[in-house]
């Protein structure tokens, strides 16, 4: 269908806090991108008390077409508010699309819209487009250098979605506006905002993977959602979101007369033993009733579990070695 005159194709939502470090990657990465149709890019900073406001203002004096911000004077997040897509750029939607992206990740790829949106074209019944990402780590950390669902490019049917192994990037997804217009209750109650709009996607459609790293995943960002929730007490942390998590996905099923109802039952289970990995439950983590899920984990995750419940005097020796350089 053709686009009308002024309206835009893509609506780029993109949250902020305190990304000053951060934010001029993201928005050169939406500049950057080359692309047969406009696109506008929707911003909210959650009232950052650093610079991010500041360069947010910047572009959006150099792009004022594209570049539509909104600027908080009281967080919102620490009154609450976990739903911000949903309340604050998604009503402000022009776009036929909406692509996501975080404030503290960026796009690498000038095509990844145009790839993204010639697909969705092509396949009415396709009702979300993700691709791979490359990881950069904050700091130093035993961990994947980046985040490939899939090994090859594929269609991803519903059920593949909701009961998965890997997570997909946010900064990836672009999904039709029509999906987020009417939001039901498990998406507006979710901790998180990323997996509920999977689930949206799974409920109208099926999805595809394009195995080609179009974006970057900053991870352990000071600001960042896992950083956030190592602070404190990561266990009742942890719990609470388990708690959460699982509500959402018993919504969810409600809300689709159970027709996945075994793909969310395991989804909600692997998430119960993740979270179990993150507060070190390894007793759990290795019994016989979680082994499904412990040989999803890549072997050097458990590596790592089985050194430090073998042998934990090595484990924190290589820890406290490891950080030590880190350090210098």
């Not at 004022?64 to 911000?69: A, H």
């Not at 352990?220 to 959460?244: I, N, P």
Request: proline letters at 5%.
């Amino acid at each position: 269908m053709p686009l009308e005159c002024g309206q835009v194709m893509v609506s780029v939502c993109c949250l902020t806090y305190n990304q000053e470090q951060y934010i001029r990657a993201a928005l050169d990465g939406f500049m950057s991108q080359k692309t047969t149709f406009p696109f506008e890019v929707l911003i909210h900073d959650d009232a950052s008390t650093d610079r991010t406001a500041d360069i947010i203002r910047e572009y959006a004096e150099r792009y004022p077409e594209v570049i539509k911000p909104v600027f908080q004077t009281e967080n919102q997040y620490s009154r609450g508010f976990t739903n911000i897509s949903g309340t604050y750029n998604f009503p402000r939607a022009r776009g036929r699309y909406i692509a996501m992206c975080e404030g503290d990740d960026y796009w690498t790829d000038p095509c990844k819209l145009q790839k993204q949106v010639d697909f969705m074209e092509a396949n009415p019944d396709c009702s979300l487009v993700f691709h791979s990402a490359k990881i950069n780590v904050e700091g130093r950390a035993f961990t994947e250098r980046s985040m490939r669902p899939y090994r090859r490019s594929m269609k991803i049917a519903p059920e593949k979605i909701i009961d998965k192994i890997s997570g997909y990037p946010t900064a990836s997804l672009l999904f039709r506006t029509d999906m987020v217009k009417e939001l039901p209750a498990f998406y507006v109650k979710a901790p998180i905002a990323d997996i509920p709009l999977q689930l949206m996607a799974a409920a109208c459609g099926w999805a595809y993977y394009m195995d080609r790293p179009m974006c970057v995943y900053r991870l352990g960002g000071m600001y960042s959602w896992t950083e956030l929730m190592k602070k404190d007490d990561q266990e009742e942390k942890s719990r609470r979101y388990y708690l959460q998590m699982k509500e959402m996905y018993r919504e969810f099923d409600k809300m689709t007369g159970q027709r996945f109802h075994e793909e969310v039952l395991r989804a909600v289970r692997r998430i119960y033993f993740l979270t179990k990995i993150n507060n070190k439950d390894y007793k759990l983590v290795l019994s016989e009733k979680y082994r499904e899920f412990y040989r999803e984990l890549n072997f050097r995750t458990r590596f790592f579990i089985r050194l430090e419940t073998a042998a934990p005097g090595i484990y924190r020796f290589l820890f406290r070695l490891y950080h030590l350089g880190q350090k210098k």
